[in-house]
Structures are given as C-alpha cells and as structure tokens.
C-alpha cells in the first residue's frame, strides 16, 4: 500500500489499516453466567472481510465500519463522478442495494465522495456476518470497484 493509498482512506476518516486479513474486533468481558446457557447462533466471532480498501494507486478508496450500532459506508475517488450503488448481503443470503451519489469534497476538488448509513438505508436481518460490494455505473451496467469485498459484523 503506498503513501497516496494511505492518504486516500485518511480522508475517509479510516484510523486502522488491514493488510492480508480481517479485522479481529476485541473481545468484551462477558459476565459470567449463573445458570448454564445455550451457545448463541448469533455472530461469528471475528470479520471473515476487510473494512478497507484503496487502490494502489489512491484513486479509489471504499470502507465499511461498524461502530457497535450503525455502519459507515464510506467511498472517495478520483475517477468516478456518477452514482455508486452499494449491494449488501445479510447474514441470511438476502442481497439489497442502495445508490449513493457522489459529492465533491471541500477539500479537494478532484475527490468525490459519500459517506451513508447501513442502518439507514438497508433491512436490518439481525447479528451476523454482512458482506459489502462497491459497485459504479458503466455503460455495461453496473461493475464492482474492486475485487474484495468489505464486511462488518452486526452482534
């Protein structure tokens, strides 16, 4: 990952980088049950997908973040001005998808970017894994940014 990649999700407000794996989300202490309980169904333990990306070359730059009640979905680019559409799949296989649009940034002229909201925008299926894939408008119809998928998980 170069300096202008890491530049690139700096301006989406990106602290961690993830490079060859997932994010682990740390472990809350859980307080000790009194009675024996059934083992949860509920989320995995640790996010079998990156929150990041960017692009070698910094054009790109995509995340999802889970905050513990809401997601980011954050993207900037140097290449891009129409809408990008955000296709989620939740824990259940049910995909659903919202288009962003695109807005110049304050900062820099040539970047455009959005920033929306998971819970906002998309049917919420419970905890579990939720896989996310950018996705921008092309005269083919619509093509993935990249070839990662993004994930956060819902607990």
Known sequence: MNLTSLRALATLGVAGIIVGGA?????????????????????PS??????E???????????????????SLRMGTFSHRDT??????????????????LEQSAVDDSWYQFSGSWRKNYPDAGPGQY?????MKTSKGWRNICDKTLGFIVR
């Open 131 to 135: 896989k996310v894939v950018f996705a």
């Open 53 to 71: 990306w960017s692009s070698p070359n910094g054009d790109w730059a995509i995340a999802s973040t889970f905050d513990g009640h809401d997601t």
């Open 23 to 43: 994010a682990i989300a740390p472990a809350a202490a859980a307080p000790a049950p009194t009675e024996p309980t059934a083992p949860a169904a509920a989320a």
């Open 84 to 101: 990008i559409r955000v296709f989620i799949t939740d824990p259940t296989g049910k995909r659903s998808s919202h288009d962003f649009q």
């Open 46 to 51: 640790h996010n079998r997908f990156p929150s």
